[in-house]
């Protein structure tokens, strides 16, 4: 029998705005059996700069106190937007912040993406949004604060955030077209955790002549990337 006990089971912790339809979703359909997934929500119904404003202020750090009481391995902040709302070091202060609660390293959607970015080579880009323009120059200002160069940036101009998770793959596959096209990136970054990019998987990066990089996919590589090192790190102290 290959089940695997749950209480010997890696924990993730997630913390998740409430209307996000997808990135849980995404998690559970791709996460091997010995690893389980503890979800909670942090207020959002606008995805706009005062709504993830509001939920950074009000709303993280008390989630961060909830999703402790699993005692997670390790801990996602599952928003893009709001990661990249006010720069590199007030997202690495929050990180810490999270960290400190939770007692768990943390990952955060921007800097997994930016890592793997990093990975690739990629220097320029294309950017493909759901977001509205307010949003969408932050996220920017977060890419180019960290040195890549944002050849175009395209958002469809959702402010609901249930709105999000609704959108079609159909429709992403043509959004990104449109805006890659007359362009010569290095890389193509589909944003936003509630973006159901991820079902376009299979289609759309075979239709691109570049890496396509997506908030969840990054997400999801990075976090089993960090478990992978932790049991490392665990079965080198108990070989000493």
């Not at 890419?143 to 402010?159: A, C, M, R, T």
């Not at 075979?206 to 990054?218: A, E």
Request: with cysteine; hydrophobic share 40%.
């Amino acid at each position: 029998m290959n089940s695997v006990c749950r209480a010997n089971r890696r924990r993730i912790g997630l913390l998740l705005p409430s209307a996000n339809l997808v990135m849980e979703a995404d998690f559970y359909r791709n996460l091997p059996e010995t690893i389980n997934l503890y979800t909670t929500h942090m207020c959002l119904t606008e995805t706009t700069v005062a709504g993830e404003e509001k939920m950074l202020d009000e709303y993280v750090l008390p989630a961060a106190r909830n999703i402790e009481n699993v005692k997670p391995d390790v801990v996602v902040f599952g928003c893009t937007g709001a990661g990249a709302l006010r720069g590199k070091q007030f997202e690495a202060a929050l990180i810490k912040s999270i960290s400190e609660i939770t007692d768990a390293p943390v990952v955060s959607v921007m800097s997994t993406v930016k890592k793997e970015m990093d990975r690739a080579g990629v220097k320029c880009l294309i950017v493909v949004t759901p977001y509205v323009p307010f949003v969408d120059a932050r996220l920017v200002g977060s890419l180019e604060e960290d040195g890549f160069e944002v050849l175009n940036i395209s958002g469809l101009g959702i402010s609901q955030s249930i709105q999000l998770g609704e959108v079609p793959g159909e429709r992403i596959i043509e959004f990104t077209h449109q805006t890659s096209r007359g362009f010569h990136p290095d890389g193509i970054f589909i944003v936003c955790t509630n973006f159901p990019a991820m079902s376009v998987l299979p289609i759309l990066p075979r239709q691109l002549p570049v890496p396509v990089f997506f908030s969840n996919q990054s997400t999801y590589n990075v976090v089993l990337e960090t478990l992978e090192n932790l049991a490392h790190l665990a079965a080198h102290w108990v070989g000493r």
